[in-house]
């Protein structure tokens, strides 16, 4: 038997950084997928093969007279952890021990902050349950995927897995998820090519809190407020137009506030600002910065912006909202 299952990426659309401090989030599943086959194996090991996991690759700098290679192949090796802990978490659950062989095909960018190992692990859950004959919801594999992200990362709000395994948009406060209705958003999503460490861009952000706090808290306050705002939006009953006009307006003061708070870099900025340039309502960092994306949103003007996206130096990406999170593609009797 063998089964294919596939897992979104997801983006944070408001609300990354100060979610750290107790406000709201609001966070949706695109259609950039990760895809799992799992079937059972003769030899009674977990084989786990990597076929296209989409790592940024080969960085190489030159000092006068030496030339240093750099490779994300830690990057890729992390991934390989969230999907063994996957498997097993599926294992104990299903009360059961196979040798099982997993093979990875996936369109996310590692350590792009689009949730690339959520949704290998979700996928994972999602595959290896269907192969051991496991029932399980949406809601337990959102469950299962957030106990792998804490097994391999040691801290996770659940947000990436739970997204992931349900799909749609989400509205998140302090560890509970409210589903949001599902709207069509014209989006580009802009990749700087560079990964910033989630881990040290939110000690920066704490640090200035700490040092500065009459300044930064309210900068924190403000985010807070743009994603309740940005909650009001997505329910009302506006016309499309209104609604995209009002929501680009508040990613751009978002990203005025990130940038403040120094997760933001040029080659972000960069691609945030040629995205308005080219007729984008609105364009933000999406996740922790440092690196990573950005995404824009463009009613009528996404192959305009992905062009200025190109041109500024990123790699766009045409992307909808996922409807559906985890998704049982194939399976083989
Ligand atoms: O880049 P990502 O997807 O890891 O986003 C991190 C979001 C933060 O708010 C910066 C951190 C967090 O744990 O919520």
Same mark, same amino acid.
């Given at each position: 038997?063998?089964?294919?299952?596939?897992?979104?990426?997801?983006?944070?659309?408001?609300?990354?950084?100060?979610?750290?401090?107790?406000?709201?989030?609001?966070?949706?599943?695109?259609?950039?997928?990760?895809?799992?086959?799992?079937?059972?194996?003769?030899?009674?090991?977990?084989?786990?093969?990597?076929?296209?996991?989409?790592?940024?690759?080969?960085?190489?700098?030159?000092?006068?007279?030496?030339?240093?290679?750099?490779?994300?192949?830690?990057?890729?090796?992390?991934?390989?952890?969230?999907?063994?802990?996957?498997?097993?978490? #599926?294992?104990?659950?299903?009360?059961?021990?196979?040798?099982?062989?997993?093979?990875?095909?996936?369109?996310?960018?590692?350590?792009?902050?689009?949730?690339?190992?959520?949704?290998?692990? #979700?996928?994972?859950?999602?595959? #290896?349950?269907?192969?051991?004959?496991?029932?399980?919801?949406?809601?337990?594999?959102?469950?299962?995927?957030?106990?792998?992200?804490?097994?391999?990362?040691?801290?996770?709000? $659940?947000?990436?897995?739970?997204?992931?395994?349900?799909?749609?948009?989400?509205?998140?406060?302090?560890?509970?998820?409210?589903?949001?209705?599902?709207?069509?958003?014209?989006?580009?999503?802009?990749?700087?090519?560079?990964?910033?460490?989630?881990?040290?861009?939110?000690?920066?952000?704490?640090?200035?809190?700490?040092?500065?706090?009459?300044?930064?808290?309210?900068?924190?306050?403000?985010?807070?407020?743009?994603?309740?705002?940005?909650?009001?939006?997505?329910?009302?009953?506006?016309?499309?137009?209104?609604?995209?006009?009002?929501?680009?307006?508040?990613?751009?003061?978002?990203?005025?506030?990130?940038?403040?708070?120094?997760?933001?870099?040029?080659?972000?900025?960069?691609?945030?600002?040629?995205?308005?340039?080219?007729?984008?309502?609105?364009?933000?960092?999406?996740?922790?910065?440092?690196? $990573?994306?950005?995404?824009?949103?463009?009613?009528?003007?996404?192959?305009?912006?992905?062009?200025?996206?190109?041109?500024? $130096?990123?790699?766009?990406?045409?992307?909808?909202?996922?409807?559906?999170?985890?998704?049982?593609?194939?399976?083989?009797?």
């Amino acid at each position: 038997m063998k089964v294919l299952a596939s897992a979104p990426a997801k983006i944070i659309l408001f609300g990354e950084h100060s979610v750290v401090y107790g406000k709201p989030a609001i966070a949706a599943a695109i259609d950039l997928r990760t895809y799992v086959w799992a079937e059972v194996n003769s030899d009674g090991k977990i084989r786990i093969e990597a076929k296209d996991i989409k790592v940024p690759g080969l960085t190489v700098s030159f000092s006068d007279r030496e030339i240093y290679f750099e490779t994300d192949y830690g990057k890729a090796a992390e991934v390989l952890s969230y999907v063994r802990e996957a498997i097993n978490l #599926v294992m104990d659950e299903a009360g059961q021990r196979k040798g099982v062989t997993v093979s990875i095909t996936s369109q996310i960018p590692v350590g792009a902050g689009l949730g690339s190992s959520a949704a290998v692990a #979700v996928a994972t859950i999602g595959a #290896v349950s269907g192969l051991l004959g496991l029932e399980l919801s949406r809601e337990e594999v959102a469950k299962l995927g957030h106990r792998v992200e804490l097994l391999v990362q040691g801290a996770s709000s $659940g947000i990436d897995p739970t997204v992931s395994a349900v799909g749609g948009f989400l509205y998140y406060e302090n560890g509970n998820f409210e589903g949001l209705p599902t709207m069509e958003l014209p989006i580009v999503v802009g990749y700087t090519g560079s990964s910033g460490s989630t881990k040290e861009l939110v000690a920066k952000v704490r640090k200035s809190l700490e040092e500065m706090p009459d300044i930064v808290s309210p900068i924190i306050d403000s985010m807070g407020k743009i994603v309740e705002k940005a909650r009001e939006v997505i329910l009302a009953d506006y016309d499309r137009s209104l609604k995209f006009e009002l929501l680009g307006r508040l990613m751009n003061i978002n990203h005025g506030l990130l940038d403040a708070l120094g997760v933001s870099t040029k080659s972000l900025s960069d691609l945030v600002y040629a995205s308005r340039e080219a007729g984008a309502l609105g364009a933000k960092i999406t996740g922790a910065g440092g690196g $990573g994306c950005m995404y824009a949103l463009a009613p009528g003007r996404q192959s305009e912006v992905a062009t200025a996206i190109k041109i500024a $130096g990123g790699m766009p990406m045409i992307t909808k909202i996922s409807r559906e999170g985890l998704r049982i593609e194939v399976v083989e009797k």
